[in-house]
């Protein structure tokens, strides 16, 4: 039986998702102020627990609903990095977890019915088994099974929040994500050697500070880490079904600092996904009609390419530049594609694209689930999770019941699973396909 979600019963937008009540405000300011010091650094201002107590803030903003989705979908990569650095031995990964089940118990109890796709994600659990038990069960194998179950069960319970809880307040995760990319920066600057912009158009400053510093230090961090929660926080923005009252809602002055966080990254991926995003957006809008969805997508890809081409970036320089698929995206995929050869079949098993045991992984959902479950494997995932998506094509404008498309931030973490994450990643993507493919709307 697949959920429902009723339009009548959809929320005013003005109750629930807003950034109008005065400790978003505040924190609005705060996002302003730690940017404005990324290019006027002031000695001695401790950046990493100015922002963290933004972070702690803006958690402290949400409702239950909203926190406990924040902390199990987006919190555990910062707070690793930060025990990381901070020498505290904790796995945020399960810490996140267990808060967020915490905050989301009361829902959990009254309100969410997730039995067909725990039965989905079992078949799932099945097939990772069964190829862990052919792979070469090294740590690898053993730390990914067990993260893939783990996060895979519990993600589907804030899926189903996200699409179903009439209290998700998108805005204040957007504003979230921005303290998360922040948080980011200043642990480089508080912990690594990363240097300060040279001037407010040096877009290169951070990713440049990266590709010196990583090749004598062990870091915890990429600008990715930075500029993938800035492209979900742009594409929870565009999520609302009224883009024309986000400017009443204090919503601009979130949306700027975002765009400056993604420029700062440099990360292609965030780049690039966020046109891809607002693409998908302007295409699922049933009221806006076909001539003007053709005259904006003509003017979105020639505003795209001119910024491409005129903005001073040597990361979107590199990808222009390249004359191979691996150079563009910077990834080499040479290893993925001689497992291919060998083990196309049945793949090398769960964990196996790793030869020693560290973590390793072709930055590529499709190709990981070849190279380690194989034709086999990969070919069931997708009739299990893809096919019944494909098949029903009014999935992809789902309105949550707190009246915002479900998609954007899906498109963000498919991007980022195409471009960047191994399974235990990427399974968040693969979960919350199942659970849109279960829910319609009237």
């Known amino acids: 039986m697949e959920d429902k979600i009723s339009?009548?019963?959809?929320?005013d937008l003005n109750t629930t998702n807003t950034l109008s009540n005065p400790?978003?405000?505040?924190?609005?300011y705060g996002i302003w102020l730690m940017i404005t010091l990324i290019y006027i650094p002031i000695p001695a201002v401790p950046g990493t627990l100015i922002t963290f107590t933004l972070f702690i803030l803006s958690l402290y903003s949400m409702n239950n609903e909203t926190r406990?989705?924040?902390l199990m979908c987006f919190a555990a990569p910062v707070l690793g990095a930060l025990f990381f650095v901070l020498h505290i031995p904790l796995t945020a990964y399960f810490i996140c977890l267990f808060l967020g089940l915490v905050f989301l118990r009361n829902y959990i109890k009254s309100s969410l019915n997730i039995n067909e796709e725990f039965i989905y994600?079992?078949?799932?659990?099945?097939i990772f088994l069964i190829a862990y038990l052919y792979g070469p069960q090294h740590s690898y194998s053993n730390f990914k099974l067990i993260y893939i179950i783990s996060i895979g069960f519990c993600s589907i319970i804030y899926w189903k929040v996200y699409c179903q809880s009439p209290k998700l307040q998108s805005l204040a995760l957007a504003q979230f994500l921005c303290l998360i990319s922040l948080l980011f920066i200043y642990i480089a600057f508080d912990f690594y050697p990363f240097k300060h912009p040279a001037h407010i158009f040096d877009l290169d400053f951070f990713r440049s500070s990266f590709s010196f510093i990583k090749k004598s230090t062990d870091m915890v961090l990429t600008y990715h880490s930075v500029g993938i929660p800035a492209m979900m926080g742009i594409a929870l923005i565009l999520s609302s079904f009224e883009l024309s009252k986000l400017r009443k809602r204090n919503v601009v002055t979130l949306l700027l600092p975002l765009i400056i966080l993604l420029l700062i990254a440099q990360a292609r991926q965030a780049i690039f996904g966020t046109f891809i995003i607002l693409f998908i957006r302007l295409i699922i809008d049933t009221r806006i009609s076909l001539d003007k969805k053709i005259w904006f997508s003509v003017i979105l890809a020639f505003a795209s390419?001119?910024?491409?081409?005129?903005l001073k970036s040597k990361a979107i320089e590199g990808s222009m530049n390249a004359t191979t698929l691996s150079q563009s995206l910077n990834r080499d995929y040479d290893n993925a594609f001689k497992i291919l050869e060998t083990d196309f079949i049945l793949g090398k098993g769960l964990g196996g694209f790793s030869t020693n045991g560290a973590r390793a992984y072709p930055h590529n959902l499709f190709l990981?689930?070849?190279?380690?479950?194989g034709m086999v494997g990969t070919l069931l995932i997708v009739?299990?999770?893809?096919v019944p998506l494909v098949v029903k094509p009014d999935r992809f404008r789902l309105l949550t019941i707190s009246n915002f498309y479900a998609l954007p931030l899906i498109v963000a973490i498919f991007i980022r699973s195409m471009m960047s994450s191994d399974l235990i990643d990427s399974i968040t993507l693969i979960t919350a396909i199942i659970v849109i493919s279960k829910t319609q709307t009237n």
């Open 68 to 70: 406990g989705f924040a």
């Open 305 to 310: 390419l001119l910024i491409l081409t005129n």
């Open 121 to 126: 994600f079992g078949l799932l659990v099945i």
């Open 23 to 28: 400790l978003n405000r505040w924190i609005t």
């Open 7 to 11: 339009s009548n019963n959809m929320t």
């Open 383 to 386: 009739m299990i999770v893809f």
């Open 368 to 373: 990981e689930l070849f190279c380690e479950l």
